[in-house]
């Protein structure tokens, strides 16, 4: 990936879908990441958004952030009501009620609305093969309504329903891998993204636009709140996310892997936990442990893109 | 505030605007290629043509992204005139760089199938100016610049002043079709321009050994933010 530096970024898009004023918390990634996701996706889209933080900061009666069309949704019928909205298009461009104009459909949820509510509907959808572009912001737990732990939350993480104490180290179960799983539907493209990689992210929303098909980003959402870090260290976590390994950024063409930034050698794990209060209680033995993982997972992604 | 006409439709525009910006925030397309948000515009692409009428009833096919507006102006994006004005001016970018794919997709788009001009070149670039502009108004370097543009063979039409140029990539980025690329491997980015190529060497973080940001940069940055040349010896994530 190029590294464009300072002065590109003079050159991102001024189309802002998602207006300042909103509610979300100082230093929000997932705010900065759906900004960043707007600026890619211009005007001519119809967006379906999960119940989660981005509608709650987003949508305060009487006020809205959003300049394009945008619809609140429940948690589990996201990727439905998205795949509704494409077909209501492509059928009233066919019957000739109204041209198609080429608005292209997106839907968005959080973690939970994705690897836990929302599965079986994004799976249908994907399965289904709709023209949309479903975007997964995960900030790793049920932050919007007190920090619950999700099936994204990463092993060792304490949150209010696996706090971290004598008898526990936070979740026990290690993060669900829904890139992987959006990858298993042969889908023509799936991506994961960072909002502190911003040309990289938005040239994975563009392509996920463009192509034919369901395409599916995974973008990782540093939330201060609810990972107990610092305001102003947002973006740098998520850049340490990715040089640990702890969020690799890839893509899936039509079944074709391939590593976006290669960040080889790894940095230490810890420098990424030291960082964050929900790692804070995690014992050396077991932040070797998901160090461990963390290695070998990112090893058997770099031979899958080795191998396509 | 003036009153204009595009396509059928009425708008109230600012006095001044230029039409192709007014088109746009009424999400009426007008297909461009060397207009930018961010720069002044040049008018070289000639894709942005459309019709105008004004108050007295005088006709012309004019760039939208340099007409301003005017009271009582009618604008048509997708007339006859302007359909086959701007197929001749696509089929001359064509001409320009046929294997260009982001060309190609345009010219589809536009319903224009090849080009029945000669091939002049075989690279990318449509000389549209645009990574000049960036490079005067935004980087504010002014590495490279337009020269020699002529039907001589062999004239180089644009030169980038490899002294001037802090290896920043922003004509790559904004080139529209993809004629300037920007790669890194290990301490080098190479930055490769239709005629020319070079290769820039990277700083290394003194803490992590990682290569962040270009040597050339580092004086640019530093007299510009008035900030030491220590501070750039560590890289944004290792900073304390």
């Known amino acids: 990936m190029e590294n464009y530096g300072v002065y590109a970024a003079r050159l991102a898009s001024k189309v802002d879908g998602l207006a300042p004023g909103h509610r979300a918390c100082i230093g929000c990634g997932e705010a900065l990441a759906v900004r960043l996701a707007c600026k890619a996706m211009g005007e001519n889209v119809i967006i379906a958004n999960a119940t989660g933080c981005m509608e709650i900061i987003s949508s305060q009666l009487p006020t809205t952030s959003w300049d394009v069309p945008w619809i609140h949704t429940l948690f589990e019928n996201t990727a439905a009501v998205a795949s509704g909205v494409e077909s209501g298009l492509k059928s009233m461009a066919k019957k000739g009620i109204k041209p198609s104009k080429g608005t292209k459909v997106v839907a968005m949820a959080g973690d939970g609305g994705t690897s836990d509510i929302g599965l079986q509907a994004l799976s249908g959808a994907l399965e289904r093969g709709h023209d949309l572009l479903y975007i997964c912001f995960d900030n790793e737990a049920y932050m919007n309504t007190g920090i619950q732990r999700s099936s994204s939350t990463p092993m060792g993480a304490s949150t209010t329903t696996s706090p971290a104490g004598k008898q526990s180290i936070g979740q026990k179960t290690w993060k669900k891998n829904m890139p992987a799983i959006a990858a298993a539907h042969d889908i023509p493209y799936v991506a994961t993204a960072s909002p502190s990689y911003p040309f990289d992210m938005m040239k994975k929303i563009k392509k996920g636009l463009e192509v034919e098909g369901p395409a599916y980003v995974h973008v990782l959402s540093v939330c201060p709140t609810g990972w107990r870090s610092a305001t102003d260290l947002s973006v740098r976590l998520g850049r340490l996310a990715v040089q640990t390994g702890v969020f690799p950024l890839y893509e899936v063409e039509n079944g074709k892997y391939k590593l976006n930034i290669d960040p080889s050698p790894l940095r230490p794990l810890q420098d990424y936990l030291k960082l964050q209060g929900r790692f804070r209680h995690l014992s050396e033995g077991t932040i070797k442990q998901i160090q461990e993982r963390v290695v070998s997972e990112y090893e058997k992604l770099k031979q899958k893109c080795a191998c396509s | ?240």
């Open chain 2, 1 to 240: 505030m003036v009153k204009i006409t595009i396509d059928g439709r009425e708008f109230e525009a600012e006095d001044n605007a230029k039409i192709l910006d007014v088109a746009k925030s009424h999400n009426i397309y007008i297909p461009t290629l060397c207009a930018h948000e961010s720069v002044s515009p040049a008018g070289t692409c000639r894709l942005c043509l459309v019709e105008t009428t004004n108050k007295e009833g005088r006709n012309r096919v004019v760039p939208s992204c340099l007409t301003a507006v005017e009271e009582g102006l009618v604008v048509s994006t997708n007339s006859e005139k302007v359909v086959s004005e701007r197929k001749t001016a696509m089929q001359k970018l064509l001409a320009r760089a046929p294997e260009s794919p982001a060309l190609k997709t345009l010219a589809e788009k536009l319903g224009v199938n090849g080009t029945p001009l000669p091939a002049e070149e075989h690279h990318n670039c449509v000389l549209c100016g645009l990574c000049t502009r960036v490079c005067q108004e935004v980087v504010g370097v002014n590495a490279i610049s337009k020269i020699n543009r002529s039907t001589e063979p062999g004239a180089v039409p644009f030169t980038v002043n490899i002294d001037d140029c802090i290896a920043c990539g922003s004509c790559a980025y904004v080139c529209p079709t993809n004629a300037i690329t920007m790669t890194e491997v290990g301490d080098t980015r190479t930055i490769t321009w239709p005629y020319q190529k070079q290769e820039f060497k990277l700083a290394k973080c003194k803490v992590c050994g990682r290569y962040w940001l270009p040597e050339k940069q580092i004086g640019y940055m530093a007299g510009k933010s008035g900030q030491p040349k220590e501070f750039f010896d560590t890289c944004m994530d290792c900073r304390k």
